[in-house]
DNA sequence: ACCTGAACACCGTTCAAGT
DNA sequence: ACCTGAACACCGTTCAAGT
């Protein structure tokens, strides 16, 4: 539809090259993300991303902070009605994370990489934090109505951030459960462990 | 001691350039492992290495290969005595996996690499299994004695493995636990959580 | 203010040639 | 059989110059 001749001056080059970015994020799977390779599919010069980023580093700390801003919006929508049960929720929450990371490999290894963490310092934590709120809430609900056993709540959410942040790793690298391609038993299975962890038991 | 004169050829150049690069991974931190930084280290020409591996996929493949056999080395070294309960086995070992892990930043994620899984093929997936052999161990025995819940054993071995990748990355991050550096306590109580997760509740 | 082109210092990899 | 040096096709980054 926009078929405007080419300016000189390319208008939002920002935001082109990180929308850009995210959809090489998600096509190649082997993945070598190069800013020579951006710049060509921007259309624009290999030097032009130097104006909007200080380095190859910081374009990737902003896809990062980008990525765990739609991780969180993922868990806040597979949050179901009220109606169901704070177990469900839970399970349908930690089913979303674990999918969030297989449907985007490339960019859940991106938020935590080591190049990103460095160059965004303590906004991909926060951005992080915020991601799981959405955790916090229902372990908070679920002590105060009995369902999880009484504790800290930071300490119950790190443990459940530490496991799912493994299963979706594992999976990913194919090396959770047996050679059962494209199942989700294995991750399931593993969910309900982390489940048993943390519930009440008479 | 070895002060021989400096060969054309220099006698085992494979695992000088393995040994090179290990010492490479302890060393640094913020790290990035270059083959010609390999040579230089190594007192080679930087093409020497393509006469012992075929790229550097192949390279670091071999590394993550050791890694993982050092790991089982941790592993075993960690199981205590039988006088012990199987509980405190359990959680000695698990304290060598993360520990492991935050001695070794950079082998520990060279080992689970897409470079090294892909130029490795199935070998890597082998090594790490028999890493994991004292964890199928004590959770085979855990469910004979009726310490832990029935149930398959691989989902449990799987669970358990998660767990503990995702502890040991969250804490290399620094992502795990509020700001107490060099605190164990967010790892510890992260391990704690699994175990309620597996153990048999009466 | 925003973008380009040439230039620099690095890579991984190949290949003919040396020992 | 093992190692080297020159060469090639790539990077990320800098900087003077263009619009």
């Given at each position: 539809m926009n078929d405007e001749p080419k300016r000189y001056h390319h208008g939002d080059l920002r935001r082109t090259m990180l929308d850009t970015a995210l959809a090489m994020l998600t096509e190649e799977n082997g993945w070598q993300f190069t800013l020579r390779e951006l710049a060509r599919r921007a259309g624009v010069s290999h030097t032009a991303s130097y104006k909007h980023f200080p380095d190859k580093a910081a374009l990737l700390a902003e896809l990062a902070l980008i990525g765990m801003d739609r991780l969180r919006t993922a868990l806040l929508a597979a949050r179901p009605s009220e109606a169901v049960t704070l177990r469900n929720q839970f399970i349908e929450m930690s089913r979303a994370y674990v999918r969030f990371g297989t449907e985007n490999p490339n960019l859940y290894r991106l938020m935590f990489s080591a190049d990103a963490r460095e160059s965004a310092s303590g906004?991909?934590?926060?951005?992080?934090?915020?991601?799981?709120?959405?955790?916090?809430?229902?372990?908070e609900e679920g002590q105060r109505l009995g369902w999880l056993r009484k504790g800290e709540v930071v300490e119950q959410v790190g443990a459940a951030w530490a496991h799912l942040h493994g299963v979706t790793l594992l999976t990913l690298d194919g090396l959770l459960g047996p050679d059962v391609v494209g199942s989700d038993r294995a991750s399931?299975?593993?969910?309900?462990?982390?489940?048993?962890?943390?519930?009440?038991?008479?």
């Open positions: 906004r991909l934590k926060e951005h992080g934090v915020a991601a799981l709120a959405v955790l916090v809430d229902l372990i399931d299975a593993a969910l309900l462990v982390l489940l048993e962890g943390l519930e009440q038991h008479k």
